[in-house]
Each structure stands twice: as C-alpha cells, then as structure tokens.
C-alpha cells in the first residue's frame, strides 16, 4: 500500500512542477488557475511530508488515498485551464500531417469531386465533374480510399447533392434535371454494392437548379436570375416538385444559406449581408462594407456539436466568419489572406480553407476564436470534407485523394508531450 501511494505520488512529480505557468500568468489569464498552482504545492509538499513519516513509521493515514485523489483532481483543473494558454502561445506553429491515400478496387472517378456527403462506418458519396455519383469506403489505419461503385448520369451538370435518408440522395442538376439515388450497400460485404437511379425530372423549368440550399429536411431554396431566391419543397412521395415563394433582392445575390427553417443570410455583389426572416418576407442588414471594390464571392456552413460556423469569403481574399448558437447569430473576426477563398470544412476546432491559387489554409480555434497557421498546404483541391478528430480528406483537381491531420492539443497527454513546463 505504501509502495502504491508512493508511485502515485511520484506521478504527481514535485510541488514546484508548474512554478513556470504561476509566474507567467497575466492579469488577462484566469485567477481560479493561480488559485489552483497555489493549492496544488500546498498539498502535494504536505503529502509527500505525510507519506515520509508514513514511509519511516510503516503505517499511514487511513485518508491518504483520498487526499492523492483531490490533487489529482486540481492538477486535471491545471491542466485544463493550462491547455487553451499554451496553443495560444503556439497555435500559428501547430504541426500538421498530409498523407496521400493508396486507391484501391476496380472503379475510378473520371471527374473532379464536387460534393460529398457522409453515409456511416467511414462510407460516403460523391458527385463529380462528369456527372458520376460513387460510393467509397476510406480506411484510416490502412490510409486507402476503395471506390467501391460509381454510375454515370445522364445530366448536363450536377448542381446539388443531398443526404435524405442513410442510404439515399437527391441529386438536382443545372439543366432542371432532377434523379433520386439509392445507395443499395453492406458494410460487410462492399463489393456487392450498387447505386440504383430514378429519374424524376428531365427539365424542371427554363431556370434549372442554381445556387440551391436546403433550408430543412425537404425544403429547399435556389437562385432564379441573378436577384430572386425561390423557396420549393420537393415531394418524394408524389414525385414532384412544389414552388412555395421567392425572396426579390435589389442587387445581385453573390451567394447564400440557410441559418435555420426560418432564416436565410444572403451575401450580395455590393459587399453587404443580409438576413432574410419571419417566413422569407423581412430583410434586416448585418454588414454592410464601405470598400466599393470588395465584393463577396462565396460562402459556408460548418456544422458539429451544438455551434455552427457561418464563413463568408471576399473578393480580396479575406474572409469574416460568424457564430451560430440557436437563432443568434454573432461576427467573430475577419482574417486576410492573399488569395481568394471559396470552401471551408470544419469540425468546429479545426477548419481548412481552399483558394483558386492552390494555397490552402489551415486555421485552429482557441477560446471561440480561429487562428491561422503560419503554413499553408499547397495543392489544387476541389473540396474538402471534415472526418472529425482534426482530420479533413482533401480531393484534388487531379482525382488524388489526401488526409491532413492537424495535430491539436487537447488532451493532458498531448499537453505534456509538447514540453510545456519550462524548465
């Protein structure tokens, strides 16, 4: 018993360990952190006095165990309140890792991947360039990506894809083309999967589907000319497709996207943001930029957990991005880049920014606020999709397909590998 007490005590190492971190610490950082060091000598300097006596006596105190697991507990609150300091201190640095994925399997993309979407188990669909819509399965460990089935459709060109169940799509094309795809696989036995296509529309109408959004599970929006969003619900079960309402804009809408069921944030040429609200009939301004020459080109949702990035790409190669929690929509920063920015995936703690100059864009967040890494990745990449764990697949405009982890601190472990006691 002593042995064990006096191993878990060394594991705490000395009462001095985080000396460094207190007298560090400015009036901004948090005064619970200064509290806690103090405590945490206090009562490691008193249990190594305690577990001595112990030691020399045979015998100790019956509440040692406790007491071990209070101050294990203050260093976790340390650590935890230690962790956001330290990547602010190194978050411009953060290494990173890109590793090119082996192809595997019989079936191959002719085209340039446009859109994806995440079906389970490491499974997704794609649609390309050359109108195929494929099934593939990526392998972490193995770094392999199988592309398991692919069909080729008949579309001018694909506009959209969206997930509508586990295993099925809507695909909507330019042309007003309109094609419900079931995704027929077996995570145990891939090699028997198909894609089983329907065609419901031809030509919709003389607008064809431009710029469409899903506002929720069946409704959707798109843009009609260059100033009107129409609002349509399609109906799976009736094989139809019903016009609800249009939102007129007095300039040109550069792009858009859905906040919620009842509001839709419209960017337009002039460079201002717009929130169109209480059933698609009240516009209220958010942002209105006084530069004549910056326009908005672009921009994306990013969704996980309970929050939601808004990133809104500019013509001068900055960008502003936004917070999303509920119906409150809050402007975080703007950050300058020197290229023009058109994609972003995020798993909300990392995020990777594309740019038409094959200059990619790794940013971290830290205390509600994304930070960008001094190194860019540099490929041309047509999308990007977040897998979660701070790692983003990368599809290029060649047909390869990358996976850059970001190694971000977030754990203890990961806290004490990086050296951050000074010595």
């Known amino acids: 018993m002593l042995t064990k007490n006096k191993n878990i005590l060394e594991k705490l190492a000395n009462e001095n360990k985080y000396d460094s971190w207190e ?45 071990i697991k209070a101050v294990k507990e203050i260093e976790s609150n340390i650590v935890e309140k230690i962790i956001p300091i330290h990547r602010k201190e190194n978050i411009e640095e953060t290494p990173f890792y890109l590793k090119r994925l082996d192809h595997v399997g019989s079936y191959e993309i002719s085209g340039i991947v446009n859109e994806t979407e995440y079906l389970g188990d490491f499974i997704f669909v794609s649609t390309t360039s050359d109108g195929e819509v494929a099934i593939y399965k990526l392998d972490k460990d193995e770094k392999t990506i199988k592309w398991i089935h692919l069909e080729k459709l008949e579309i001018s060109a694909i506009s959209s894809m969206f997930k509508i169940s586990k295993n ?48 929720s599970k069946n409704y959707f929006a798109r843009r009609i000319g260059e100033k009107e969003i129409e609002i349509f619900e399609i109906d799976l079960s009736n094989r139809k497709i019903v016009n609800k309402r249009k939102v007129l804009m007095k300039h040109t809408i550069a792009d858009y996207i859905a906040l919620d069921e009842e509001r839709i944030l419209i960017g337009d040429k002039t460079g201002n943001l717009f929130i169109v609200s209480n059933n698609f009939e009240r516009i209220s301004t958010i942002y209105e930029d006084s530069d004549s020459l910056r326009k908005i ?26 917070s999303l929690k509920g119906d409150r929509l809050d402007f975080i920063d703007k950050i300058e880049v020197d290229d023009k920015v058109f994609f972003a995936s995020s798993d909300n703690e990392t995020a990777f920014i594309l740019s038409d100059s094959g200059k ?64």
């Open 168 to 215: 099925q799509v809507i695909i909507l094309g330019v042309s007003g083309e309109v094609f419900l795809c079931k995704l027929d696989f077996d995570e145990k036995e891939l090699g028997n999967s198909k894609i089983y296509v329907e065609k419901i529309s031809s030509k919709y109408d003389e607008y064809g589907f431009d710029m469409v959004r899903r506002i």
């Open 23 to 67: 007298k560090d610490l400015g009036k901004k950082d948090s005064e619970d952190l200064k509290e806690d060091i103090k405590s945490y000598k206090k009562y490691v300097k008193l249990l190594r006095e305690q577990l001595e006596k112990g030691m020399s006596s045979g015998s100790i105190k019956k509440d040692l165990d406790e007491k």
């Open 297 to 322: 080109i672009g921009m994306v949702k990013t969704e996980s957990k309970n929050i939601s990035y808004i990133w809104v790409f500019l013509s001068d190669g900055g960008f502003l991005y936004y």
């Open 360 to 423: 990619n864009y790794i940013l971290e967040e830290n205390n509600g606020k994304f930070y960008l890494n001094k190194k860019a990745v540099e490929n041309f990449y047509a999308d990007s999709f977040s897998i979660g764990e701070f790692e983003h697949i990368l599809f290029d405009v060649d047909g390869n397909v990358d996976i850059i982890t970001i190694d971000r601190i977030n754990t203890a472990e990961k806290l004490y590998n990086s050296n951050f006691i000074k010595k």
